[in-house]
């Protein structure tokens, strides 16, 4: 499989297939494709399709197969980036709640739980997240824009809610209180903050959906107006 990003604020990615190479994405993701793609829409059992819906995902997956060379080009929901990562036995990644947007047939999407409730419940990400793992390429949306650090061991990034992407596994997640009464009830950033623990690489994003939709609202008019 080969690949090229096009687009800006509302990225593509176009992914050329030889013949019998399989993609696999969301329900919605495809944007265009060759007639030669075949799709089937799985759901993987009860059990699996439940862990989906808690992991932010749709219950079920299309997947397209080239019968012949072929070419398919997924999109994304909102505007950002799109983030290609290669997935191998040992090389997984820990992603924010809908991230996943498309991938080769050997990468398996599973729900994450965070170890520690406290990450889960204040940290922003929410308390499930989703895990890439198994082997190939997988795209990732990003919201907004991308900013990637390697941390060393015992490195730590102190992030506002909303803005991890994801992370390699051998990074930690944990949250931590905004010190101070005025600064809590006055400052403005909430009263918990996100900190992530190396050794591994972190990607944060600079415009989260639930940031937008906070700053939308006020806009929007209510049913009494």
Known sequence: ?????????????????ESGEKMITEKGSMVWMTPNMEMQTVGGGAGKMFSKVLSGESM????????????IAFGSSFPGKILPLTVAPGQEYIMQKSAFLASEEGVKLSVHFNKKAGAG???????????????????????????????????????????????????SIDIQQVKGLKNKLLGGEGFFNTVLTGPGKIWLQTMPISSVAMSIRPYIPSGNA
């Open 60 to 71: 079920f997956q299309n997947i397209y197969t080239a019968k012949g060379a072929g070419m």
């Open 121 to 171: 419940f204040f940290g922003g990400e929410g308390f499930i997240m989703q895990k890439l793992s198994g082997s190939g390429t997988v795209f990732a949306e990003v919201d907004g824009d991308l900013v990637e650090y390697e941390l060393g061991s015992g490195q730590q990034m102190i992030v506002d809610t909303g803005n991890v992407m994801g992370f390699e596994s051998s990074v």
């Open 1 to 17: 499989m080969k690949y090229e990003i096009k687009g800006g604020v509302f990225p593509v990615v176009v992914c050329e297939l």
